[in-house]
């Protein structure tokens, strides 16, 4: 508003607030991945501001110029699309009319020389590292040529009528054979000379502000491939520079109307509030589209229910329910959240089966259900089209093993746990990698590979040498490959670093049996007592097995007499167990019995 008024705009005012209240702004606000727009333009705002305030010599020029420049590189790290400022600084000053001097030429320089190589740089990330390539981006040039107006056009259109706004829009079939897809140039280009017109005879702000808008909108317009262009060719955050003089022709065309069409200064008022806070109610209603995630997707698909991103991300989000209902025993509930990721899932498939990410969430919920051979089709689908995505491998491997085929299981594993990932390092997570690692090596340790098994287990190690997890497994491959020192040391470090006494007690049996083995020394002896007491102290003295290990390790302390006696006690509780395993457990008491010196030293 402030800076409209130095430039003596017609409804300054009214440009501001239809920039603040207008509901295509809301994505930019309300979406907290695109708030770098709002600081971006806040930025850039203030550098504009400090720009006219050296150009117009209000005060000491070197300090003014400096908080331009730096506020505009401020914006330009913030994002890179205000780099319109700098064709604003020139347009400003052919719209007042003002000459351009060698200092005022030396001083925009900067601005371009800042704007234009960090401009190439967002686009050199998006095509590299966010991977805005592949078939989605495969327009030709003249695809680009003809794809460019329309989008322009589109938020125009938009902003002078905002309805069915949405986060996702359609996204268009571009086709530059199709004579009708060229009709929005001819518009553009009418336009273009209608300007050039009125600049010769004398107004040259509609040229101005047409230009301003192009500059503003011109990272958004299919020249340069950007991310989003998967889903759709426009949306609201894109045009939320290009808002700037959208808002300021909106506030000139209204004033000069109004001027003409309402002679009393309060009516005109009275219209201009109404519009704004009808605007205002538009944009509120908006924000509440970005309540949460779950009602984003869910709204978006009401707007657009072609859109296959918000329906396979809405699975995604079900499936995390689905999963945590399952993990807290709720299986009711699992199966009925699971059941609507399916939809969802097989919505998105319906409208583009390409997307590998449509097939895993749709082989996961199958999976959730139970219907396993479903889930594995919709598996290899999935890992068809992402050979690369290390994830796809893993899922197929796991369903191969819930249905007993381990050695197809163990193969589709090693490629998930070896191949090299190719998802986009900004989404990438570690933990799934330890996992498809952690599950190839438990595979092998199961099929009993353990030679295979321990290099896994110790490249998890190399990266998380306080897992407790992988130190357990690592104790029972050394102690099944005899080597004795190295699972002592490795079920030391999983007890030490467990994270409470229900871990402890899974591994504590493996650690007291290689600390058992011949020729057990004093020290390991007593450690084996410590060990074993605590063991059968956590399980109250009620677990047979545990008095045995109690048992064991007494009489490697020498101490017989004890030992006996927890054989005894072990035997009373393995004489009520009727499990097939009961049969085993008094055997073993008896051979234990039987080995046992008398307690005053003879056999």
Known sequence: WRI?????????????ALFA????????????????NVLSMLLALGSFRAWMAWDEREEERGGWYALSLCLFVAAMLAKTTVAAL???LVLVQLWRREAFTGVRIAAITPFFAVGIPLGLLTAWVEKMH???????????ALERVALAPRS???????????NGLAFIYPRWRVNAADPLQWLPLLVVVAICVAGIVAWRRGTRGPLVLTLLFGAAAFPALGFIDVYPFRYSYVADHFAYVASVPLAIATAIVATRLGLRWIAKPTARAIVAGAVLVGLAGLSFAQTTAYRDEETLWRRTLATNPAAWMPA????????ERAGAAMAAGDTTRAMSVAQEAEVFARTAAEVDAGQFTVWTNLSEALRLQGKLSEALIAARKAQDLAPRIPDTHWAVGRLLELQGDRDAALLAYREGATLPDATRSDVREPGRERMRIADYARLLTLMGRDAQAIEQWEALQSRAPADPIVAGNLGLGYARLQRWDEARDAYARAIANAPDDLFVARVIPGFIEVLLVAPVEAERAKDAVDASSWLVGRTGRKDPLALVLSARALAAAGDVASARKTLDEARALAADLADPNGKQIRDEIERRMEAL??????P
Not at 7 to 16: E, F, K, Q, T
Not at 21 to 36: G, N
Not at 312 to 319: F, Y
């Open 4 to 16: 409209l008024l130095r430039l003596r705009v017609p409804g300054a005012w009214l440009a501001a």
């Open 312 to 319: 396979s991300n809405l699975a995604s989000l079900l499936l």
């Open 86 to 88: 700098a064709p604003a």
């Open 152 to 162: 322009g056009l589109f938020y125009v259109a938009t902003w002078i009528w905002p």
């Open 597 to 602: 010196p008398a307690a005053n030293g003879r």
């Open 21 to 36: 209240v207008h509901p295509m702004q809301v994505e930019s606000v309300a979406w907290v991945t695109e708030r770098k």
């Open 130 to 140: 966010v991977k805005a390539s592949g078939v989605e981006f495969t327009l030709s």
